[in-house]
């Protein structure tokens, strides 16, 4: 954490000296801007503030999503500079562009507006993911089941945005929703300022969920009654049987005192069809060592931009979309929602929709 913490300072500091060396402008307008991106990113800290909760929320959102924006932007500033030092050292860059030139700010400025403006875009686009699921066991009926995570809803996922999910997915007319944790951000207060809890009520089938790490951190406390609220079927370490599915929900591996999965299991009958929700998609072969039949999960959103879904690839054995180990299938969602600026660039905002069919002997 600490050498992450240094190695954004350090980016910062070099982002902002090249922005200062690039702009053609007097000492007064290059303070004016270094200083105003400066203060864009410092933002980012006054998202733990408490005050943020009671002040307008148009202005905490404003403030939310300046501060998270800019990490993202930050990252591709400092991805420009260093290719075009380098350019300049094996002498393709004059130095001349890197030196109050106008072209140069131009061209940069295009490029990130021109990023961003798609990542945003691309963001807002919400992609179906159709799974097929089969199994011997018996099913009184095939199911189609609608499963997302990471919604992030709070000060830039809004009640609106929710609404629009909730139409997507009731468009689908699915027996059963689930949740792969994160339905919080990093505070309840825009919820219950906004009644998201409402527009919950809204979809037209069973809604249940596991809780993941923003649950925790926006303080689970406060998140638990609010899923109270929304008419959610919380699994918090616990199981549901609906039908002929067995639904087990793992506390987040944020609370070391979660439940094994031999103690959730312990007694879950085996001729049901398992499925199980798991915020953090560590230790896939617990799922296979158990025999649950499909394991669903979320919190990578591999890694929101290019290149982080780099990292998350390396990081994780199945970072986003579909695994298979021994006969259990596994689907990890990159997530509907998004944590901090509202960006997609080599990754997408997904829901899944499974039809599960059972191809038992008669």
């Given amino acids: 954490?600490?050498?992450?913490?240094?190695?954004?300072?350090?980016?910062?500091?070099y982002a902002l000296w090249r922005v200062w060396t690039i702009l053609p402008l007097g000492s007064s307008?290059?303070?004016?801007?270094?200083?105003?991106?400066?203060?864009?990113?410092?933002?980012?800290?006054?998202?733990?503030?408490?005050?943020l909760g009671d002040i307008p929320l148009w202005l905490s959102s404003i403030i939310y999503e300046t501060g998270t924006s800019s990490i993202f932007i930050l990252l591709y500033l400092v991805m420009i500079f260093v290719l075009l030092d380098l350019g300049r050292l094996v002498h393709l860059v004059p130095k001349t562009w890197l030196?109050?030139?106008?072209?140069?700010?131009?061209?940069?400025?295009?490029?990130?507006?021109?990023?961003?403006?798609?990542?945003?875009?691309?963001?807002?686009?919400?992609v179906r993911q159709p799974i097929e699921l089969t199994t011997e066991k018996h099913l009184d009926k095939d199911l189609k089941i609608v499963m997302i995570s990471d919604l992030h809803l709070g000060y830039h996922n809004r009640r609106a945005d929710f609404a629009k999910w909730v139409d997507i997915i009731n468009a689908e007319k699915p027996d059963l929703i689930l949740i792969g944790g994160d339905i919080v951000d990093i505070n309840v207060q825009p919820l219950i300022r906004e009644n998201v809890a409402e527009e919950f009520s809204r979809l037209e089938a069973p809604v249940y969920a596991c809780l993941g790490n923003h649950e925790y951190y926006s303080g689970i406390h406060k998140a638990l009654p609010f899923c109270k609220d929304a008419g959610i079927n919380l699994l918090r370490d616990s199981v549901a049987t609906v039908g002929n599915i067995c639904v087990i929900g793992r506390d987040d591996n944020t609370n070391p005192d979660r439940k094994s999965?031999?103690?959730?299991?312990d007694g879950t009958a085996e001729s049901l069809y398992t499925i199980l929700l798991d915020h953090q998609p560590y230790h896939l072969e617990d799922a296979e060592n158990h025999g649950i039949d499909f394991q669903f999960s979320g919190h990578t959103h591999r890694g929101?931009?290019?290149?982080?879904?780099?990292?998350?690839?390396?990081?994780?054995?199945?970072?986003?979309?579909?695994?298979?180990?021994g006969a259990t299938r596994y689907y990890v969602s990159s997530g509907i929602g998004i944590w901090g600026g509202k960006f997609r660039i080599g990754t997408r905002s997904e829901y899944v929709v499974a039809t599960l069919r059972s191809v038992a002997v008669k």
């Fill in 261 to 265: 999965l031999d103690a959730l299991m």
């Fill in 99 to 126: 030196t109050s030139n106008g072209w140069t700010s131009l061209c940069i400025l295009t490029a990130i507006v021109g990023i961003f403006l798609y990542g945003n875009i691309h963001y807002k686009h919400k």
């Fill in 304 to 325: 929101q931009i290019w290149p982080a879904s780099w990292i998350t690839d390396c990081l994780f054995e199945d970072s986003w979309g579909e695994h298979r180990r």
């Fill in 29 to 51: 307008w290059k303070i004016l801007i270094t200083g105003g991106c400066l203060a864009a990113f410092l933002a980012v800290f006054l998202n733990f503030m408490p005050f």
């Fill in 1 to 13: 954490m600490i050498f992450m913490t240094l190695l954004t300072l350090a980016g910062l500091a």
